[in-house]
C-alpha cells in the first residue's frame, strides 16, 4: 500500500483537488440558492435595459432587440433569502470562447477551462468595462461582500 501512494499520492491528490474544485464550480453558488429555478438564468440587454429569462445554458451575449450581442447574464444576489436581489456583475463569453462552447460536448472535461478563460464579466453600472473573470479587477467583482445582517449572501435564481 505505502508503494501505491509513494508512486500515485501526487496524482491522487491532484485529481481529488480538480474534482472538488469542479464540484464547486458547477454546484456550489446555486446549491446554496433556497428557491427558484437553477436551470435558469438572468439576463438584461445592455441597450435597452430589458431584464429576460434564459436557460442557464445560453451562452452570452445574445441578440438583442437591434440584433446585436447585448444580452447578458445578470448574477443577482441577495442578502434575505430572495426577497430583494441587487444584480452584482454582468457576464459574458468571448467571441472564441462563445465558439468553442457551442461545439463542445456539455460533459466534455475541457468545456469548464474553456468557460473560465473566456468569462469576462463587469460592473452593472452603465459604461463600466469588462475584465477576464480570472484577472484581479474580475476577482473584486466576483467577490460577495457580507451582508450587514450577518445572513449569508445566496445567488437569485427565477422562480
Same mark, same amino acid.
Given at each position: ?79 434575505? #433569502? #430572495? ?19 457551442? /461545439? ?47 445572513? /449569508?449572501?445566496?445567488?437569485? /435564481?427565477?422562480?
Amino acid at each position: 500500500m505505502r508503494q501505491f501512494i509513494n508512486k500515485y499520492g501526487a496524482v491522487i491528490v491532484t485529481v481529488i483537488v480538480v474534482l472538488a474544485g469542479l464540484s464547486y464550480w458547477l454546484f456550489g453558488t446555486t446549491s446554496r440558492n433556497p428557491a427558484g429555478n437553477t436551470g435558469m438564468a438572468f439576463f438584461v440587454d445592455e441597450e435597452t435595459g430589458d431584464e429576460s429569462i434564459h436557460p442557464i445554458g445560453d451562452l452570452p451575449p445574445l441578440p438583442g432587440k437591434s440584433g446585436k450581442p447585448t444580452v447578458v447574464r445578470a448574477m443577482k444576489y441577495s442578502c434575505d #433569502g #430572495g426577497k430583494n436581489s441587487k444584480t452584482r456583475y454582468l457576464v459574458k463569453f468571448t467571441p472564441e470562447a462563445q465558439s468553442r462552447l457551442k /461545439t463542445m460536448a456539455q460533459d466534455d472535461v475541457n468545456r469548464p477551462d474553456v468557460m473560465a478563460r473566456g468569462e469576462m464579466v463587469r460592473s452593472p453600472e452603465k459604461g463600466s468595462s469588462w475584465y477576464p473573470a480570472t484577472s484581479t479587477e474580475g476577482a473584486q467583482l466576483r467577490t460577495l461582500p457580507d451582508c450587514p445582517s450577518g445572513q /449569508t449572501m445566496v445567488l437569485v /435564481t427565477p422562480r
